[in-house]
């Protein structure tokens, strides 16, 4: 199963915790995917966020740099679209 798209949401005092999940939940969808590459998590991973959250990781060049970083900092919140 997909993950939802996630979105950011400042005010979200569950930002962090929604976060946490979301990331579990994708890194389980990709680990499911049969010869998958770091280029293609790093695609997938993009595709599934939306443009204010892209934009903290916009400067990571790999896929474990752009997991590696600590979006929970930023306080979001899924939602699905």
């Not at 950011?8 to 579990?24: E, L, M």
């Not at 790093?42 to 752009?66: F, G, K, M």
Request: charged residues 25%.
């Amino acid at each position: 199963m997909r993950p939802p798209f996630l979105d950011a949401d400042a005010n979200s005092p569950d930002g962090p915790r929604n976060w946490r999940h979301w990331k579990r939940c994708f890194q389980s969808y990709i680990q499911r995917i049969e010869g998958v590459t770091d280029a293609d998590k790093l695609d997938i991973l993009i595709s599934l966020l939306h443009a204010s959250v892209y934009t903290y990781i916009r400067d990571c060049e790999t896929y474990d740099d752009a997991m590696s970083y600590d979006l929970s900092r930023q306080c979001l919140s899924q939602t699905s679209e």
